[in-house]
């Protein structure tokens, strides 16, 4: 599935399921709660704070799909075409970062 293919996904299920969009500012903190619950599994399967037995029940993979399927609302929303950004974003970091990261010694130093 494309970026594109996902969007019109997106929302054809609002159209069928979801009545309608909640408003950006709802899905921008939507966003917002859904990143705080797959840090919430990253800090436990990858930081240092220990998981409860109710953690185990998180699914990584299905808190990353709830992150883009609110990230794609509001992008249709917001009349962005996530393909033509990501591109674009991918492009600058491309010439903006040509050198950077090889030359910075946090990332080649091997400690």
Known sequence: MTLSDAQKE???WIEKVGVRYFSE???TALLMEEVGELARIMAR???DQSAKPTDNQSNMA???ADVLFVLICLA???GVDLTKAFEQNLQKKYSRD???HKNNPKLTNKS
């Open 25 to 27: 500012l709802t899905n």
């Open 62 to 64: 299905d808190e990353m």
């Open 98 to 100: 040509a050198e950077r």
């Open 45 to 47: 399967k990858y930081g």
């Open 76 to 78: 249709n929303q917001t």
């Open 10 to 12: 997106v929302d054809s």
